[in-house]
């Protein structure tokens, strides 16, 4: 597609549920990102993947947290056993390069309501 | 380690005015620095980015920012604001290994008739 499509746009979900989140980055974008966007927190970076390898996991925030993604492309974000402190936007983005200063476009996100 | 400081969460401006968003970093070498914005409900949006190519950096929708490594900033103004620019705003720099952004804590632009 054009741009960074995530789904589901919306979700939400009951404490103690897994929730997968899904991301399709822009066409032929080797790196892809995830971020958490949240009142008290802000803009947080969560993992990057270099096709699909995961060389930088400093963000996710617990073990219940993980991402894969497969062909260089598609990735999910699973979240386990969700909390109330986990709803929050997350935020997918993509790059065409690898290196700092690259230009990185993001998702419309997927809003995540933990009840 | 570096990273961007927002002064201001929100910044209130009158139609017409000029718009000043302040941004400093903190970094030990030449940063990689842009500025993003978000409009309610959607996700950023590049603005500009700065890449040591030229000091003052032009985006879209009018806006530019000069980076001054003197003061470490790198502020982010429009001469004229129009009602369509209230959203928030968020400079980050670009960090480590696959130069994933850390971002400022943003700031509210709202714009007065």
């Known amino acids: 597609g054009a741009g960074v499509s995530q789904s589901p746009s919306n979700k939400v979900t009951e404490k103690g549920k897994d929730v997968e989140l899904r991301c399709d980055p822009i066409s032929g974008h080797t790196a892809l990102y995830w971020y958490r966007q949240s009142l008290g927190q802000g803009l947080e970076f969560l993992i990057y993947f270099q096709g699909n390898s995961a060389p930088d996991k400093s963000g996710l925030p617990s073990d219940r947290f993980s991402a894969e993604r497969t062909g260089g492309s598609v990735s999910t974000l699973t979240i386990q056993r969700t909390q109330q402190e986990d709803s929050a936007v997350y935020l997918c983005?993509?790059?065409?390069?690898?290196?700092?200063?690259?230009?990185?476009?993001f998702g419309e996100g997927s809003w995540l309501t933990v009840v | 380690a570096q990273s961007v400081t927002q002064l201001g969460s929100h910044v209130s401006v009158s139609e017409g005015a000029l718009v000043l968003l302040r941004c400093n970093y903190s970094?030990?070498?030449?940063?990689?620095l842009f500025w993003y914005v978000q409009y309610p409900n959607q996700g950023l949006q590049l603005l500009l980015k700065y890449t040591s190519a030229a000091t003052l950096v032009k985006g879209i929708n009018g806006f530019e920012a000069e980076f001054k490594k003197s003061e470490t900033s790198f502020h982010l103004t429009k001469p004229s604001a129009h009602m369509s620019d209230a959203a928030e705003y968020f400079c980050a720099v670009s960090r480590g290994q696959g130069g994933k952004l850390i971002f400022g804590q943003g700031t509210e632009l709202s714009v007065k008739p």
């Open positions: 970094s030990s070498v030449p940063p990689y």
């Open positions: 983005a993509s790059s065409h390069d690898r290196g700092s200063g690259n230009t990185i476009y």
